[in-house]
């Protein structure tokens, strides 16, 4: 054991401080000292990390992926039978796009509405005027909207490669259902002509 003092920089809750006078530590081999914590070894459990997956024909704003989800599920039906799509298939398509549309075109914005209401209420609570009796306000889900399996966008992501390798899809049927992404062409030289330098020399005039 050793002697210890209050202002060492001994902690109260020690185990293996014994306060009196004299205060002393226990130490390995004393009678009733207490061994350190032993660390655990365990790793921690790695974080799920979401991938989330998309293309280059899938939009990227809100409004617009609501507007290509209910394209495709409007017109996906009448091409069944040429992509030799079974009806269950299309059935659970269908289903897929009308959960995403209410999703992100209904519940999201009445959510990110509720948020902004929430936000407005805390501020309230903590600046008002203090004449008015607070009542929070309560988000009641929007009506509609049958929920299905969570990965409704990776379903149809799927079939939709699906559709695109077949060979009965072609360009036309391919731009009605909205499955040809966006590409960059060259540029127009018409109007974004080379950029030249005109440099004055002793010659002449010399172009770069």
Not at 102 to 110: E, I, M, R, S
């Amino acid at each position: 054991m050793k002697i210890i003092h209050y202002d060492d920089g001994t902690c109260w809750d020690d185990p293996n401080a014994r306060w009196g006078d004299p205060s002393y530590m226990l130490e390995p081999g004393d009678p009733g000292y207490t061994p350190p914590a032993t660390p655990s070894n365990q790793p921690k459990p790695e974080r799920k990390v979401r991938k989330v997956i998309r293309n280059s024909y899938f939009p990227s704003k809100l409004s617009d992926m609501v507007q290509w989800l209910t394209n495709f599920k409007i017109k996906l039906p009448g091409y069944a039978a040429t992509l030799g799509l079974a009806a269950g298939t299309v059935t659970a398509l269908v289903a897929d796009c009308q959960w995403l549309i209410y999703v992100l075109g209904t519940w999201l914005p009445a959510v990110r509405t509720f948020s902004e209401a929430c936000t407005n209420a805390a501020n309230d609570a903590q600046d008002g005027d203090g004449s008015t009796l607070m009542s929070l306000p309560t988000f009641t889900a929007p009506a509609g909207g049958t929920p299905v399996n969570n990965g409704a966008l990776q379903r149809i992501f799927t079939v939709v490669q699906q559709i695109r390798n077949g060979p009965a899809c072609d360009d036309t049927i391919a731009s009605d259902l909205g499955l040809i992404g966006s590409q960059k062409g060259v540029p127009d030289w018409a109007v974004f002509g080379p950029l030249l330098r005109v440099r004055h020399a002793a010659g002449g005039v010399t172009v770069e």
